[in-house]
């Protein structure tokens, strides 16, 4: 099971290893002993989307050689590339045995028996409910072996359809799980051994799922539920969109200890015109008001976010404008990408694309300039004392590494057994990308 692209992705590469364990599937260690290879795909950019077909094409060559050898050799194209171009995936490399959305997944073993019979698979159905009520909880060998922070979709689909992104189309329309659902698939998780849950979805602050009484809940609603579950120490939530980012949300990071104040909003563009013709819904100002309040409400709260460069029509103000709004924000850590256009999203369409250099210049402009609060925001850490959820062994014997509530991999010497605890944690050194600190106190927060 090869997953690439988004957190979604994880959580459904997961599901479909459930599935395929009922199956009598169990993981291969090595590619070349397995029998079935799932590529669970990205859509997002051209070049996600272009890599998995030089994966197919290497893959096609060991299918050769394992027939030749006599033993069995499947290929399965997963995720949002298979939704994208469905039977094409096929007719580029006659080797996939079959092409599965992400929203049809659950009906693997069937698909999978069709193929055998010689049938070319392609099932790119929007089955959503269908997919949550017939997929298999894992097991608790399963659940230990993820580790103690565990992935929950609560909610799928995007209606937002922001014009440079595929999402709408190879996701669906927006959807949220039942509340009751969210807590069963929890509760199971926090039996396991799981600590941190994070809630995911596409728009995670847009979810409104329906509770016991059939009331429409907001995902703080969620968090106050799974407060309540004593071993749990840690919730987070991504993806989310400003313009979903209420008051009621806002609010609960004041109030909710267990919910890490940490926000991934991503903004894309600091120019209102850009933003417009993104179809973003929201301004420079609504984003920057939305901070404001989060701030308002945690003060130690940290935001990260994901740009784009080189919409098309996107001028030298409009860039500059991106780079001062990453001044008044201050992110923890920024993700950046150059504009891909996508085919079937308006953005692609339009005929005042940027030229490549251009795009590659400004890149590496917002790039250095997102690295300084970077490094200002972790060098910062040195002297504070934060809560680290522990979740393996550091690389040095006696090591344990765990994160931060801001997703920094922190590193201590200590024992085992403290894997899945939240502790104290006094840092007392940054390096680029980690932490090292010491335990300040035995006090276990669950
Ligand atoms: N729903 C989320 C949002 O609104 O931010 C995340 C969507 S997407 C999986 C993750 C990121 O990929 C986006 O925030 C955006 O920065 C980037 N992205 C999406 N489409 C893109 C494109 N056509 N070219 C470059 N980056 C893109
Ligand atoms: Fe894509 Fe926009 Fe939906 Fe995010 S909100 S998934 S960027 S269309």
Redesign the pocket.
């Given at each position: 099971m090869r997953s690439y692209g988004c957190q979604m992705n994880v959580y459904d590469a997961a599901r479909m290893t459930d599935l395929l364990a009922q199956e009598g599937y169990a993981a291969a260690s090595r590619e070349e002993d397995a029998e079935l290879v799932v590529l669970n795909t990205c859509h997002i950019r051209e070049k996600a989307a272009e890599k998995i077909y030089s994966e197919l094409g290497r893959l096609a060559e060991l299918k050769k050689e394992r027939r030749a050898e006599g033993r069995n050799f499947e290929i399965v194209v997963a995720g949002c590339v298979a939704q994208a171009e469905g039977e094409l995936v096929m007719r580029r490399q006659r080797a996939v045995d079959l092409v599965v959305g992400p929203q049809s997944y659950h009906r693997l073993p069937a698909l999978l028996k069709e193929a055998r019979e010689g049938a070319r698979v392609v099932d790119t159905d929007f089955a959503v409910l269908e997919k949550f009520q017939t997929l298999p909880a894992p097991t608790r060998p399963q659940i230990a072996a993820r580790g103690v922070s565990a992935f929950v979709t609560v909610q799928e689909g995007?209606d937002?359809?922001?014009s440079f992104?595929v999402?709408?189309y190879t996701r669906g329309a927006e959807i949220s799980r039942k509340v009751e659902d969210v807590l069963k698939e929890a509760r199971r998780l926090v039996d396991g051994g799981v600590r941190e849950i994070v809630l995911i979805g596409?728009?995670v602050n847009a979810y409104r799922g329906e509770d016991e009484a059939g009331r429409a809940t907001p995902l703080e609603g969620l968090f106050e539920r799974l407060s309540e579950f004593k071993e749990l120490t840690r919730l987070r939530y991504t993806t989310s969109?400003p313009v979903d980012m209420t008051q009621g949300l806002i609010d609960a990071h004041g109030s909710l200890e267990k919910l890490a104040p940490f926000v991934h909003l991503p903004v894309q563009s600091g120019s209102d015109r850009v933003l417009k013709e993104m179809n973003r819904r929201h301004d420079a100002r609504l984003y920057l008001d939305a901070i404001e309040k989060l701030r308002r409400a945690r003060p130690d709260i940290a935001i990260s976010s994901d740009f784009i460069v080189g919409f098309p029509g996107e001028t030298e103000a409009d860039f500059e404008a991106t780079l001062a709004l990453i001044d008044a924000v201050g992110f923890a850590s920024s993700f950046f990408f150059k504009y891909s256009p996508r085919p079937g999203t308006p953005g692609a369409e339009r005929s005042d694309q940027i030229d490549e250099v251009i795009k590659r210049e400004r890149l590496a402009r917002l790039e250095a300039r997102v690295e300084a609060p970077r490094r200002d925001f972790n060098a910062g850490m040195v002297g504070r004392t934060v809560e680290v959820l522990f979740e393996k062994r550091g690389r040095h014997v006696g090591q344990i590494a765990g994160k931060s509530p801001y997703m920094q991999a922190v590193h201590v010497e200590g024992d085992e057994r403290e894997i899945g605890r939240l502790r104290s944690v006094r840092i007392v050194a940054a390096g680029s990308n980690s932490l090292s600190g010491e335990i300040v106190e035995a006090r276990e927060f669950a």
């Open positions: 995007c937002k359809f922001c992104c999402v709408p596409q728009n969109h």
